[in-house]
């Protein structure tokens, strides 16, 4: 039985190097793609002498030009909104930091967001629930669409509380 399985290992080998040697010996022999050098070769020579000449763009028409007294009429848009928020009370721009990681406050423990319920951490569900974000400990099986999106929405919530940041 050992000799029948060795002897079609060896066939089947030499199969797969008789395919290859034939499909690089194939690639060898095709003569290479025309470029377009050689296609000018090609050309008889009248062809060659009209393919050397240059050819010339159409000109544009010529565009009407605007009048300045229309612009000057018209206040510019940026002075307009520089005017406005000057009346408007400031307040500080909004920090668009990405939270990526979560840390556990008790223990100091970090891992990334969860992307998916199903493979956070046990003490990132159990944060859901301490901060009264969901309900219960959800298992896979009880998770529907609509409770998948809950927890989703529940996990955006809690990466925006300060002490879950990591």
């Not at 319920?117 to 046990?122: E, L, P, S, V």
């Amino acid at each position: 039985m050992f000799e029948l399985v060795a002897g079609l290992t060896v066939v089947f080998a030499g199969y797969v190097l008789y395919e290859v040697f034939k499909t690089v010996s194939e690639t060898n022999r095709r003569p290479p793609v025309a470029g377009p050098a050689q296609e000018k070769a090609k050309l008889p020579p009248e062809a060659k002498a009209a393919a050397a000449k240059p050819v010339e763009a159409p000109k544009p028409a010529a565009e009407p030009v605007p009048e300045p007294a229309a612009e000057a009429t018209a206040p510019p848009p940026a002075a307009e909104a520089a005017a406005e928020p000057a009346s408007a009370p400031i307040s500080a721009p909004p920090t668009d930091k990405v939270i990526s990681t979560l840390r556990n406050p008790a223990t100091g423990e970090t891992c990334p967001v969860p992307t998916n319920y199903r493979f956070a951490k046990k003490w990132v569900k159990d944060a859901l629930v301490a901060e009264g974000l969901l309900d219960r400990v959800y298992k896979a099986a009880d998770l529907d669409d609509v409770g998948s999106q809950q927890v989703k929405e529940a996990i955006g919530r809690l990466k925006s509380i300060e002490k879950y940041q990591g």
